[in-house]
């Protein structure tokens, strides 16, 4: 079965601080994967985008990792803001379906 | 800037009253997509569209049907909202392919009471 997870399902964290998220996947045939930020009350605005071929991909302070063989990533945020806190949701795609994770619920506090 | 514009960001309708929720694209999008988003259960798809006049159902269409008359415009129908269709509705549009992902809306919050 096509599933993507997430962990944690929340994080808080200090602003400043660093912090990591993960996705796991077992979606097949993988075509590419999108971490996509979405702020309370709002829609989800794509971050990042990896396909098969790349490993590591940087938007500002958020780095996103892809382990294609383990079926991992990571987003990784850098001395994070206080307008980070966000949800943060993992979406696969295959076969023209895109496969959404359930979000890592992220705050950061002062 | 390109956009997604769905009409309402709140909406309280009544038990048994017909819902239309619009949703209209400026980038000349073929696809656009119609989710629900639940706390602990993410983004479910209702129905999508990958031209004017067709429709596929996704995996939740039970009590919900759609409209796409015009490239730009796909319409959400409740057809007799009940209080378990509460949610964030999310339009979303992309092009054709895997590789250009959705540009989303800013959502509609119904409530139904």
């Known amino acids: 079965k096509n599933q993507v997870e997430q962990s944690p399902q929340s994080l808080i964290i200090l602003e400043g601080k660093n912090c990591t998220l993960q996705c796991n996947y077992t979606v097949s045939p993988f075509s590419n994967l999108r971490w996509y930020k979405q702020d309370t009350g709002r829609g989800p605005v794509s971050l990042t985008i990896m396909t098969f071929s790349e490993n590591t991909k940087s938007n500002g302070r958020y780095t996103a990792t892809l382990d294609a063989d383990t079926k991992q990533s990571s987003l990784h945020i850098t001395a994070s803001q206080l307008s980070d806190s966000a949800s943060y949701i993992c979406?696969?795609?295959?076969?023209?379906?895109?496969?959404f994770g359930t979000g890592t619920s992220l705050t950061v506090i002062p | 800037d390109v956009k997604v514009t769905q009409s309402s960001r709140y909406l309280v309708k009544r038990t048994g009253e017909k819902v239309f929720l619009e949703c209209v694209q400026d980038?000349?999008?073929?696809?656009m997509f119609w989710y629900r988003q639940d706390p602990g259960l993410g983004l479910r798809l209702i129905y999508f569209?990958?031209?004017?006049?067709?429709?596929e159902k996704g995996d939740i269409p039970e009590g919900y049907s759609v409209s796409r008359e015009k490239k730009e415009r796909f319409s959400l129908i409740l057809e007799s909202a009940s209080t378990n269709q509460t949610s964030m509705y999310l339009c979303?549009?992309?092009?054709?392919?895997?590789?250009?992902?959705?540009?989303f809306g800013s959502g509609t919050r119904l409530t139904v009471v």
């Open positions: 980038m000349d999008h073929e696809n």
């Open positions: 569209s990958y031209d004017v006049k067709m429709k």
């Open positions: 979406v696969v795609s295959a076969r023209n379906q895109f496969y």
């Open positions: 979303a549009s992309s092009p054709p392919g895997e590789y250009y992902g959705y540009t």
